[in-house]
Every structure is written in C-alpha cells, then in structure tokens.
C-alpha cells in the first residue's frame, strides 16, 4: 500500500523498524478492542431493550467470567510490557564500540563535536552502518534531540550528560528537532542529520583539516594546568587518569563511582563534590572558567587516556577516527 500521505517518517534506522512494528501491535490491540466494545454495545442495547412482556433478571457474580476477563487482559498487558521493555533496553544500553560524538544544545541551535575535531551546528554528518554515539549537554534549558527518521528523542540537560544513539541503515538528509519547549524560537531549533556512506563519510571527515577533539582536549588540560597534579605516574598531588574512563573509583567516604562521563564533568565543574580515596580536596573549580565545548574536548581527552595504556593516546585516537 503506497499512500502519497506518509503517516509515518522513513525508516532510516536499526531500530525504527521494531519500534514501529510495537506501535502498529498497539494500535491494532486498541483498535480491535474499540470496535468490540462498540458493537458489543449496541448489539446489547438492542437485544436487551426494555419490553413490556421482559422482567429484569439479576445476575449474582460469575467466578469464570471474572477470570476470563482478568486473564486476558493481563497476558495482553504483559505482551506489551516485555516486547516495549526488551525495544527499550536494546535502545537505552549504548553500543561497545560507537563513534562518539558530542552535543550541546542551548537557545536555539544544536551544536556537535566530532572525534575528528570537526564542529558543526544544526547539522550532524553521520555514516551508514556504524553505531553512532551522541554524548550530550545543554549550555542553558532542557531541550530535547529528536530525530524521527531513527525513532530516538532524548532529553538534553544542562548540568549532566545524556546520551543518544542510532545505527543509521540509510543515506539521507533527515529531520532533526528539539522536541522540548525551550522557549521562544524553540520551533526553529532545527537542523538535519545526514547520513553518507562511509567512502563519502570518510571524504566529509577528511576535508576538515581540524585537530582532533581528544588532542584539543590534551593541549587545554596543560594549558589549564591540570597536567602539573594529574601526572601519568603516581607521584601527583591528583589522582592519576590513565585508564580512568570507565572503571571503578574508590571515594573518600568509601563509597565507588563509576568514572563515566558524568562523573568526569562533575570532578571538574565541582571537585569537592567526590574526592578520590587517599587525595586530598584541594583541586580548584573550573566553573564558569570553561565552555561546554571545551568540556567535552577534556572529557574526550581523559576517555581517550582510558583506552590507550600511554598518555599520548589522543593522537592515536585521532589516526584511528577516519579508518573504516
Ligand atoms: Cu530547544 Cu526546544
């Protein structure tokens, strides 16, 4: 059936399909269950009308019906309930190995980093056939990045990352939004995704010429001073961060943390908010002194720091950002 009135965007991808195919489940169930619901309605109304020579009969209770009619609904329920779960997890857990790239959202545009370096705003380059990560923070209000075409909408927060992502199957341009009210010109906080093969995805990263977003990130934290306590040996005054990203932090009053993005922020922004087992809170902030750009360029600069076992890893990293 090829209507020229599409009801639904294009499938562009991995999970557009499934997502699409749980919603069509839904409407059917509904649907289904309106229509019988109606005529069950008026076929009653009719059969069982008032008539002079027909005397009311009560009906005391039916244990049969009352089970038939919990039953099912339940095991309907619970059909929806794993099926959503199991689309939902599958889309909230991020992939191993994505290319990452970093958002920033504020009044009214949508601003994205590359791991190649490359910055753009209202328009995401991505290719077809690779997870694609969008690590993302707001500079001011709650937005929302909406793509359609890829079935994702995540909320994007000032103060603490949120992450998106999707495994484009399609090359196009598709529609990207902000799907949370954020004030005035929020209708035009607009922009495109997109997608390219990965030959002409490549060309697009290699036409640049920028700095990697991990080496911007490794020439701030020296510039920034943070190189004189976080030392790749054990001999600074602040915790070691090679091999960080990712892996468990022991806390002063014991608790652990996961190094993960957010916490990575967070130690910058606010240092005393979580102080490392056996260091001392004497790391000053950083709020206000850096943007959300440069935040990102030092997060990915220490993420990159946790996949390599040597400090220069940020340069590996960008070697290995435009190969296949
Ligand atoms: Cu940003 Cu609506």
């Known amino acids: 059936m090829q209507l020229n009135f599409p009801i639904f965007p294009e499938q562009a991808s991995s999970v557009a399909g499934q997502v699409d195919a749980l919603y069509l489940f839904l409407v059917l169930i509904t649907t289904f269950f309106s229509l019988l619901i109606a005529a069950l309605i008026l076929f009653f109304a009719i ?12 009906i005391h209770g039916s244990t049969l019906l009352e089970i038939v009619w919990t039953v099912i609904p339940l095991g309907i329920s619970m059909v929806i309930f794993v099926w959503g779960a199991v689309i939902y997890y599958h889309m909230e857990r991020s992939p191993s190995h994505p290319l990452e790239v970093y958002g920033v959202g504020k009044q ?20 077809t056939g690779r997870d694609v ?10 937005h929302s990045f909406f793509v359609p075409a890829f079935r994702i909408k995540q909320d994007v927060l ?23 009210y954020c004030g005035t010109q929020h209708s035009g906080m607009i922009g495109s995704v997109v997608v390219m ?8 990263m290699g036409g640049g010429g920028s700095q990697p977003l991990a ?26 961060l090679v091999g960080l990203y990712s892996k468990p932090v022991l806390l002063e009053d014991g608790r652990t943390v996961v190094a993960d993005e ?17 260091f001392k809170p004497i790391m000053p902030t950083f709020q206000g002194q850096i943007s959300d750009e440069q935040l990102n360029a030092l997060v990915a600069y ?22 296949p």
């Open 302 to 323: 220490v993420k990159s720091l946790g996949q390599q076992p040597n400090p220069s890893a940020g340069r590996n990293m960008a070697t290995a950002a435009p190969q």
């Open 133 to 142: 990560k969008v690590t993302m923070i707001s500079q001011d209000v709650i």
């Open 108 to 127: 009214w545009m949508w601003k994205f980093q590359h791991p190649g370096g490359q910055r753009e705003i209202n328009t995401l380059h991505v290719p």
């Open 262 to 278: 957010n916490y990575l922020r967070e130690s910058i922004l606010q240092p005393t908010a979580k102080i490392v087992n056996g």
């Open 47 to 58: 059969k069982y009308r008032r008539t002079p020579e027909r005397q009311a009969e009560q």
């Open 215 to 240: 080496v911007t990130g490794e020439k701030l934290f020296s510039e920034l001073g943070c190189v004189t306590c976080h030392r790749a040996d054990t001999q600074g005054r602040g915790p070691n």
């Open 197 to 204: 093969e990965p030959r002409d995805y490549e060309a697009w």
């Open 158 to 180: 000032p103060g603490r990352y949120t992450v998106a992502w999707f495994h484009a199957t399609k090359p196009g341009t598709y529609h990207l939004f902000c799907a949370e």
